[in-house]
Structure formats: structure tokens, C-alpha cells
């Protein structure tokens, strides 16, 4: 049980769907909400790799993993209610949670860091985190339909292989596969899959998470992805500094194709920083800036919490819609 917080944003808001918490507001929650975090989470938490602040993870993460665990209780509860009253023998099914965003604005750390935390209370000890850039359409079909410059955009996917697979999810089946995307090759792993199985909680992570329902080629409609949402969660920040951690994250990626044949980055090795820093610039502007702004940011106030991130990824807004 949490104790509740009195403290919520410091000046009297005008009244508003959304509530504003700034850092500082957001980080006295955590005073209130049990699990600090121990040396051996933090241990496990630096193997991951992300080069997370692993304060501003228990001064922002922990509040939020706090906020999600009684959001999926209380569904939890209401499942219940309304099975007993409509007749039914079922069992709750995955709380899934939605995360959106701009290519390279962080949500796969996002994602790592909430379903460690997550994984900490007892009543979802199983977090399950699958990524939709496994639904890409593999690279030999982007080719073929004339798209590998337009990875990322909706009609590179295969949307209706998601929706299935939401589907599957919420319907409460187990073993349920999804598709492998590995950003080294940069293409989709042929023959991979993860498999979900009935987890406490499901996390989808992907630019398109949000997007709405809309009809296929042939008119057919297309439910949208986040139909399948318990909640979603928008991480945004200034496209400027969004360019700057995709060039940092492409310098990265080049470092791991220096041992790696295999790499889609191994084209790039011989490049001088300069160079390097001018393909990326160029990357970003034609493919990922316009599929922000065209696609990903429209669908921000659909989301039910903002994460928005100020330079260094730090935290500075969680902005949380009223359910
Ligand atoms: N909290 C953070 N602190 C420091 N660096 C971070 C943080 N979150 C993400 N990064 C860095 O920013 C870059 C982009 O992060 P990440 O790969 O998680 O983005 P993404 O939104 O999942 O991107 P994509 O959609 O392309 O997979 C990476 O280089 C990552 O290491
Ligand atoms: C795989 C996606 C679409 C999302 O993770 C992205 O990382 C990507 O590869 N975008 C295409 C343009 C680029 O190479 O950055």
C-alpha cells in the first residue's frame, strides 16, 4: 500500500485533463513509494549497459513503476469484477503497457529500466518487453517495394502481424512469438523470434505504438496497435537534441562494427569523423526528422504519460493525462 503523497505540482493548476510535475515535484513522489532501489539492483541495472542516471532512475522510475503497479492492479481488479458478473472462469491477462517516440529519443532504455523495476513487486515479478521494430518488413521487401528509405514509417511495417500478435496476447495465449530486428544488421533476424508467455506484464516498445486505426490497401480496416493498450507512455524531447543522441548512437554503432563483418555499419568504417557526422545529419533529416513529425509527435497527446527529456536525457516533465 502506498502511503498518498500530498504533494502534487506546486502552484494551484488551472483545471486540466493533464497534471505537469516537474522534476523536482515528480522526484519528492518517491519519498512515499517503497522499493528504493538496493546496491544489487543498482548491480543489476549497470549490467544492462544503459548508460542510465541510476538517481534520477530512483527519483523518476521509481514513482513511475509505482504509478504503473496500481494501474495494473486496479485493471487486475476490475478484470475480475467483470468476469464474475458476466459468468466468466478467466484469467486476468497481460497489463500491457504502450511506449512511443522518436527513433534514438531512448525508449528501448526506457523500456530496460521499467521492466527491471517493475519486475521488483511482488504482485508482476513477470515483465515481458517485445519491440516493434521486429514487425519491419525485412529489408529484401522494403527493396522490393521501393521503402528502405522509409524505415520507420508506417507502411514499413507489417501492421496487421502486430495487431495479430497484440491479439494473441490479450487473448490470453501462451507462447505467443514475435519477430527479431537486430540494429547491427540492420535487418530482421532470419528464423528469430522471442516468445511471450502469459507474463504479468507485456511492454511494447516503437515509434508507431500510438498510431490510429486505419484501412489497409484494399479497404479493410486496421485496428490500431494501441486498442490493445492498458497504458501508454509518450517519451519526448527536442528534435534537436534527439539528432544528437542518433549521431552519438550511430558513432556507437560503428565502434561495434569494427568487430563485427556481419555490421551494416562496417560500410562507414573508413569514414573520418567529419564524414561520418554529415551521413547521419543527412539520415536524420530526409528519413527519421520527417517520420517525427509527420507520424510519431501527432500521436503524443494520445498517450496517457509524457516522459519529456531535456538535454543529457535527463528527465525534466512527467506529464500524466487524468484516467
Ligand atoms: N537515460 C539515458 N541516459 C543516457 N543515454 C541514454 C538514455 N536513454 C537513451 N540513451 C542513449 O540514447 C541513444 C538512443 O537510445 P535508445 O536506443 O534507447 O533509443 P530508441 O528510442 O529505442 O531508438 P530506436 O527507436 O531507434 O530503437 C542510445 O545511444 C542510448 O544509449
Ligand atoms: C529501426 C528503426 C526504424 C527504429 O528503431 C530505426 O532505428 C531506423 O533504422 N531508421 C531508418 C533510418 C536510419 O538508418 O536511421
Do not use: C
Not at 504482485?123 to 515481458?128: G, I, M, Q, S
Not at 512469438?177 to 544488421?185: C, F, G, L, S, T
Not at 557526422?277 to 507520424?295: D, H, K, M, S, V
Amino acid at each position: 500500500m502506498i502511503a498518498p503523497a500530498h504533494i502534487g505540482p506546486s502552484a494551484t493548476p488551472p483545471a486540466s485533463h493533464v497534471i505537469d510535475f516537474s522534476y523536482e515535484e515528480w522526484a519528492r513522489l518517491a519519498q512515499s513509494t517503497p522499493l528504493p532501489l538496493t546496491q544489487s539492483d543498482i548491480r543489476r541495472l549497470s549490467a544492462l549497459g544503459d548508460p542510465i542516471d541510476l538517481d534520477q532512475a530512483d527519483a523518476i522510475y521509481r514513482p513511475l513503476s509505482a504509478l504503473l503497479q496500481m494501474y495494473t492492479a486496479e485493471v487486475g481488479a476490475l478484470h475480475r469484477k467483470t468476469s464474475h458478473f458476466l459468468g466468466l472462469r478467466e484469467e486476468r491477462t497481460p497489463f500491457v503497457i504502450g511506449i512511443a517516440g522518436s527513433v534514438a529519443v531512448g525508449k528501448s532504455t526506457t523500456a530496460r529500466l521499467l521492466r527491471e523495476l517493475l519486475r521488483r513487486w511482488p504482485a508482476t515479478p513477470r515483465v515481458e518487453l517485445v519491440t516493434t521494430d521486429g514487425f519491419l518488413y525485412p529489408n529484401a521487401v522494403l527493396e522490393e517495394r521501393g521503402l528502405m528509405e522509409r524505415k520507420g514509417f508506417p507502411e514499413s511495417y507489417n501492421r496487421q502481424a502486430l495487431v495479430d500478435f497484440l491479439k494473441a496476447v490479450k487473448a490470453g495465449r501462451s507462447a505467443v512469438r514475435a519477430p527479431v530486428y537486430d540494429h547491427i544488421i540492420y535487418d530482421i533476424v532470419p528464423g528469430a523470434s522471442i516468445e511471450v508467455n502469459r507474463p504479468d506484464i507485456l511492454i511494447i516498445e516503437g515509434l508507431n505504438v500510438l498510431q490510429p486505426a486505419k484501412t489497409d490497401g484494399s479497404g479493410r480496416d486496421l485496428q490500431a496497435v494501441s486498442d490493445f493498450f492498458d497504458v501508454s507512455i509518450y517519451v519526448d524531447a527536442e528534435a534537436t537534441h534527439i539528432e544528437q543522441w542518433y549521431i552519438e548512437r550511430l558513432f556507437k554503432l560503428r565502434e561495434v562494427a569494427f568487430n563485427q563483418p556481419e555490421s551494416y555499419f562496417q560500410q562507414f568504417a573508413t569514414m573520418s569523423e567529419e564524414e561520418l557526422r554529415e551521413r547521419g545529419e543527412y539520415i536524420w533529416r530526409t528519413i527519421n526528422l520527417p517520420n517525427l513529425l509527420e507520424n510519431i509527435a501527432p500521436t503524443r497527446s494520445r498517450a496517457h504519460i509524457v516522459l519529456r527529456k531535456g538535454a543529457n536525457h535527463l528527465i525534466e516533465n512527467v506529464i500524466i493525462r487524468k484516467l
